[in-house]
């Protein structure tokens, strides 16, 4: 049945510009932004720009609002559930400024946003990796108004996912590449304990990793579609979002200019564009589904130096008012007085002047008067209609005229600017009570690559094998033991093959799924599987737990950047686990920079890149032309207390039939490792 269609979307498409400061904000606001996003001082994925206080972010929403602009706050990292006082009272002072909408990642704010402000706009942040047909259903289904989509779609998978839904389309028009898809890059957290899912990415990314002998094999060039930008709008997305709360107000003059210009199909100019930031160029290689060598860049001396050429005539884009608001003038003069009223089509002033005079020489006319009352340089007002009604043989000093137009202009602009609080609901987010699993301790689980790798099922309560793995056989000979992997990330382009396997296996028998995106929940549920959630859903705090619970999940993976001591404070009732050992994902990437570099077949879907310090780090592939980079070493508690939670997976990926079965008997004794191991984030405090 086709979906219903929202007003959302009937609104003409927006340039959305970055405000990481007060400096950007004005930038864009005079440049033609549409819409602005930014960030609070807490729970914003760019926590290192210089974002915005309590009395900055109402002063930021009045400005906008003024102008015509809306202010879209970002709320979208992880939340702990030590921290879900202080995500309340973020809550409560954003919607006290005012703001249209929130981006969100956490599933714990979209409730708390949906119950206790329903009238605040909710969006699906770039971190939720909206990236196929099921991913945008389930979160229109769960009550957002809009979705940031993926980068890594390409034209086709973009109207695609455009025409399944009704709510609003965001996408990136201009900015910089994460190499990895959003929200399921961990390699900032593993390796330095800064955690882009906690707004502190530290860009491991754009250092020296080597494929074979090729440098920065993860560092991508930033993305410009600004010549697509008319097919984008034409396949339905509405909103253009432009990358950079942490660049400087120069670069946000530039690309909002440019944005604003190409989407009305007027020459606006590349060469500013690309010199005030770019990375060896740009690139459209996701959206031309062209993905190779020429998508990887970094940022040369000759691209900073060709910034500093064109920063100051690029100031001049911002540095005045930009009229950015219709206004319609009514002015009357009679014996008694003088009258200006100025309309912007929903709100009206009014101002008026002294006696007017007789005249001696030259009576005021409608030409005068027009000439001095349409004077509205250093205001964002323009004059769209203008109309007098001027008794004969009266005059007014031009001194009065321009007074009335300031004074009514002013009053316009700070009715404009008022602040519109939402109204709160009662609700607040419960806390938590501890959970306790039944078990004495976690039942063993165990995720295998590929098939050959399952020498014996008889030491795990639970089989995980990537789906395609799988074939009837199996699903017969390890029945509801056995539960089907799930891509991480599974594009459009492989959807209905993809499905139409899954579903094969559904009437063989199989019972139940894992899902690393909420795609896989979606898909999961229609089918008829069970769903068990994996640690890629990203779940960090109890709130989340009960959302999940509540889509139907039968148990759930904890993220693996939560520490042990958050891990067992969690409540609900949800049945938990964790990863205990394996070498962990810390991206997952669809440009592969093996294939982009030497070649599929250098490498046979076993290939290594090396960090600066010429450490190996794997890279395993999927069917679907996708491909995870692996830690250097594995995470490895064995011996560790993990009571209290009801399942834990070691996750194998290289390892042989005898290394397999060597770790889980070792797991099983409750004995520690000798090799080099981690014990990742369960014990560290991260950032």
């Not at 965001?170 to 882009?196: D, K, N, Q, T, W």
């Not at 909103?239 to 950079?244: L, T």
């Not at 794997?618 to 209290?644: F, K, M, Q, W």
Request: net charge neutral; with cysteine; proline share 4%.
């Amino acid at each position: 049945m086709p979906r219903k269609r929202s007003n959302f979307e009937m609104q003409a498409p927006e340039i959305l510009a970055p405000a990481g400061g007060q400096a950007q904000l004005v930038a864009a606001v005079r440049s033609g932004a549409d819409a602005l996003y930014l960030g609070a001082q807490r729970f914003n994925a760019r926590q290192n720009a210089a974002n915005f206080t309590e009395t900055e972010l109402s002063e930021a929403v009045s400005y906008c609002h003024a102008r015509g602009v809306k202010v879209y706050v970002a709320v979208n990292t992880l939340v702990l559930d030590a921290e879900l006082s202080a995500l309340e009272e973020a809550a409560d002072r954003i919607a006290q400024a005012g703001a249209d909408a929130v981006i969100l990642q956490d599933l714990a704010t979209l409730r708390l946003f949906e119950k206790r402000y329903p009238t605040l706009k909710r969006f699906a942040s770039t971190q939720t990796a909206v990236h196929n047909i099921d991913g945008a259903r389930f979160f229109e289904d769960a009550g957002f108004h809009g979705i940031v989509l993926a980068r890594e779609l390409s034209l086709d998978e973009i109207a695609a996912i455009c025409a399944s839904v009704s709510i609003q389309k965001e996408a990136f028009i201009h900015g910089a590449h994460c190499v990895s898809v959003s929200g399921a890059c961990y390699l900032s957290a593993m390796l330095g304990g800064r955690s882009g899912n906690r707004g502190l990415c530290a860009q491991p990314c754009r250092l020296n990793w080597k494929s074979g002998d090729h440098p920065y094999a993860l560092s991508l060039k930033d993305m410009s579609l600004l010549s697509h930008i008319r097919e984008l709008a034409s396949v339905g997305v509405s909103s253009f979002k432009i990358e950079g709360r942490m660049k400087r107000p120069e670069y946000v003059a530039a690309a909002t200019a440019a944005c604003k210009l190409a989407l009305a199909d007027k020459p606006y100019d590349a060469e500013s564009l690309r010199a005030v930031f770019s990375r060896s160029g740009f690139t459209d290689g996701y959206l031309r589904a062209a993905r190779d060598g020429q998508m990887f860049g970094i940022r040369t001396k000759e691209d900073v130096a060709g910034a500093e050429g064109v920063l100051h005539s690029l100031s001049s884009l911002y540095r005045n008012e930009t009229p950015l608001v219709p206004v319609d003038l009514r002015f009357s003069l009679d014996e008694s007085t003088a009258t200006l009223t100025v309309s912007d089509g929903t709100r009206e002033v009014t101002a008026q002047s002294a006696a007017p005079e007789r005249a001696i020489h030259r009576a005021l006319d409608e030409e005068n008067a027009k000439k001095h009352l349409e004077k509205t340089g250093g205001t964002p007002f323009f004059v769209r209609s203008f109309a007098a009604k001027i008794s004969d043989g009266f005059t007014l000093p031009a001194s009065a005229l321009n007074a009335m137009r300031r004074e009514a202009l002013e009053e316009l602009l700070e009715l404009r600017g008022k602040l519109q609080p939402h109204q709160r609901h009662d609700f607040a987010l419960t806390a938590p009570e501890r959970y306790q699993s039944k078990l004495e301790k976690p039942a063993l689980w165990a995720r295998f690559y590929e098939k050959e790798q399952i020498a014996s099922a008889d030491s795990f309560e639970k089989v995980l094998l990537p789906a395609e793995e799988i074939d009837e056989k199996l699903v017969a000979r390890l029945g509801d033991k056995l539960i089907a992997q799930l891509p991480s990330v599974l594009f459009p382009e492989s959807e209905p093959a993809f499905g139409a396997h899954l579903e094969m296996l559904a009437k063989a028998g199989l019972s139940a799924v894992w899902a690393n995106n909420v795609y896989g929940i979606a898909l999961g549920k229609r089918l008829g599987l069970a769903v068990r959630g994996g640690y890629g859903l990203n779940c960090a705090n109890t709130e989340a737990l009960r959302f999940f619970q509540a889509q139907g999940l039968s148990s759930l993976t904890l993220s693996f950047e939560l520490s042990m001591n958050a891990i067992k404070s969690l409540g609900g009732t949800l049945p938990r686990g964790i990863v205990s050992y394996g070498y962990l994902p810390l991206m997952q990437l669809r440009n592969c920079p093996i294939k982009a570099s030497l070649g599929c077949a250098a490498c046979g879907q076993r290939g290594d890149l090396t960090d600066r310090m010429d450490v190996r780090f794997a890279v395993e592939c999927d069917h679907y032309r996708t491909v995870a980079l692996l830690n250097s070493v594995p995470l490895d508690i064995a011996g560790r207390n993990v009571r209290g939670l009801d399942h834990q997976i070691l996750y194998f990926t290289r390892e042989t039939p005898q290394e397999i079965l060597a770790i889980t008997e070792r797991f099983a004794a409750g004995e520690k490792t000798d090799e080099p191991h981690t014990t990742g984030l369960y014990y560290r405090t991260l950032l």
